[in-house]
């Protein structure tokens, strides 16, 4: 009887453990990743109008070129990886989107909106954040607007 019982919790725990290493990892949110530097009034105009958003499921990281080579040397792998020959800042990562530089009057915040809310729709690739990682991301096609 105890052997029975023994195995029944015994199985138990190893389906326990097979489900959760079978789930997916889950995504706390979206990363906007924005390439900027000092001095440029685009990119504080940029990063103004993220934080704007009021957005608690999405995390701005920003990434300031011309102080570290590890920050250039990703700059460089993510215009690489986008197929952008000449870089200009800011230079904001949105999923598997980009956009460069920053137009005044709701422009490029509506662009900045539309590239969120797609990547809330269907989970987005985060191509910088796997740069980041060490891995090579994978080619993600451009959205479509």
């Excluded at 990434?63 to 250039?72: F, M, R, Y």
């Excluded at 870089?87 to 422009?107: C, M, N, R, W």
Aim: hydrophobic share 45%; with cysteine.
């Amino acid at each position: 009887m105890m052997w029975r019982w023994f195995k029944t919790i015994l199985l138990g725990a190893v389906l326990a453990v097979m489900g959760a290493l079978a789930l997916p990892a889950q995504e706390p949110g979206l990363t906007v990743h924005v390439f900027w530097q000092e001095g440029c009034p685009h990119c504080a105009r940029a990063k103004e109008a993220l934080a704007a958003l009021d957005a608690p499921d999405v995390t701005i990281n920003l990434i300031e070129l011309g102080v570290s080579e590890d920050n250039d040397a990703l700059f460089a792998a993510t215009l690489d990886h986008f197929g952008v020959d000449r870089g200009a800042v800011p230079f904001v990562v949105i999923g598997g989107d980009h956009a460069i530089g920053f137009t005044a009057g709701g422009l490029t915040e509506g662009r900045y909106t539309a590239m969120i809310d797609r990547c809330r729709d269907v989970p987005c690739p985060d191509p910088v954040g796997t740069l980041i990682a060490g891995q090579a991301p994978v080619d993600t096609p451009p959205a479509t607007d």
